[in-house]
């Protein structure tokens, strides 16, 4: 077991998990993703996989046909997974997200329809929040939904679904106009049900094709159209219009926490891609791992894969706990991601021109961090939620 990034104080069975995940990887995931992410092909044998562990029930409760376990031992899978090879990660990730707003908004009749299907993977979850015209702005939302008899009609754009066309269940945050004071409070979110796939998937809602992307290949990435579709009012999460904007900051709040692990799964295989290469490679006369130039390299690398882990943890447990963690969250995924991008450039610097090549590893993790330091919240918002949580904490009494 390597000595980087491990986490005291688990029970015996999130180690049994982690320890069945990071073999899954070893064996069925890295020695593909390279083939698999060069050709953008969708990597089916390896989510069926997954569905046989039970990963797509990880948090679900028992009564619900799922594992019931905690956002840790996600957060700890997720890592793992991302070692392999980050866009199976982000075939969970929306996923997990959709499955943990259910869990703690959604009706109990909502709850019983959807979770134990969302845990054998029958029903995988999407995430859409994000519009062509929408930065970090949520209340800024423009796609709209009005409410005509028993049901709801939308018309809008989104934008950055994560497994647009590969789910079947779509968390949808739009405008209902409630009439609140604060445009957050008008804000409802559905759940949206589809069939997999492309092009008019259901009338009034298209899925175009994939968004070809520098890296975080594999795993689909589209937008979505909504021109007069029609749902129906039992498809409001929880019930309650006007609630969609807290309910979606829950669900990323622990997106942050997986992005965080996430960031940690590549940095570990960017670190042990590095210093293996680096005792290999022999220039005048040694190791290139015995000149001090990279043996310091090698040693901060370590050092910020490790910070980035604890802070990682530490975020999970909170949350875990039943406690606030925006702050620590934010604070998890600012520094993992940062580390992260200096980690893998690091590496992709000790390999040399070999780094370059495709057939190197590393050429692929360079283009998968750059997507850390954007994803769930640039690096900048998380700056701006640590910084108000930190004044909300430290008010001065003066």
Not at 67 to 72: H, I
Not at 89 to 115: C, D, P, W
Not at 182 to 203: I, M, R, S
Request: aromatic share 8%; proline share 3%; hydrophobic share 40%.
């Amino acid at each position: 077991m390597a000595r980087l990034a491990q986490t005291p104080g688990l029970t015996d069975v999130q180690s049994e998990i982690l320890a069945t995940v990071r073999e899954f990887v070893d064996k069925e995931v890295i020695p593909q993703a390279n083939e698999l992410e060069h050709a953008d092909t969708y990597p089916a044998e390896i989510v069926e996989g997954m569905k046989e562990m039970g990963l797509f029930g990880i948090t679900i409760p028992e009564e619900y046909g799922g594992l019931g376990e905690s956002l840790l031992t996600y957060a700890l899978a997720v890592e793992e997974i991302a070692r392999g090879w980050m866009s199976v990660s982000g075939v969970i990730n929306t996923h997990f997200i959709v499955a943990h707003m259910i869990k703690n908004h959604g009706t109990e009749e909502q709850r019983r329809y959807y979770l134990p299907k969302m845990a054998t993977g029958e029903i995988r979850g999407a995430f859409s929040m994000s519009e062509p015209d929408l930065g970090s702005d949520v209340a800024a939302i423009k796609t709209r939904a009005k409410r005509v008899d028993d049901d709801y009609v939308i018309d809008g754009s989104k934008m950055w679904l994560t497994n647009g066309g590969t789910s079947n269940l779509i968390a949808l945050l739009v405008r209902t106009d409630e009439g609140a004071e604060k445009a957050h409070q008008n804000l409802t979110t559905f759940l949206v049900e589809k069939p997999e796939g492309y092009g008019e998937v259901a009338p009034g809602l298209t899925i175009p094709g994939r968004i070809d992307k520098m890296g975080y290949k594999g795993v689909d990435t589209t937008e979505a159209f909504f021109d007069g579709y029609r749902i129906g009012a039992d498809k409001v999460l929880g019930g309650q219009p006007g609630k969609g904007f807290s309910y979606m900051m829950d669900g990323i709040e622990v997106g942050r926490v997986n992005v965080a692990a996430r960031a940690c799964g590549i940095a570990i295989r960017a670190f042990e891609l590095a210093i293996d290469y680096a005792q290999q490679r022999s220039t005048f006369g040694k190791p290139i791992a015995e000149h001090q130039a990279i043996a310091f390299k090698l040693a901060e690398m370590a050092t910020k894969v490790e910070a980035a882990h604890l802070m990682m943890v530490n975020a999970a447990r909170l949350k875990d706990s039943g406690a606030r963690n925006d702050v620590e969250a934010g604070m998890a995924k600012l520094i993992a991601s940062e580390y992260c991008a200096e980690v893998t450039q690091e590496a992709f610097r000790i390999h040399g021109g070999y780094g370059y090549s495709k057939e190197y590893e590393i050429e692929r993790l360079m283009r998968e961090a750059p997507f850390l330091l954007i994803g769930e919240g640039t690096s900048e918002i998380q700056k701006t939620i640590i910084s108000r949580g930190l004044l909300r904490e430290y008010r001065s009494r003066s």
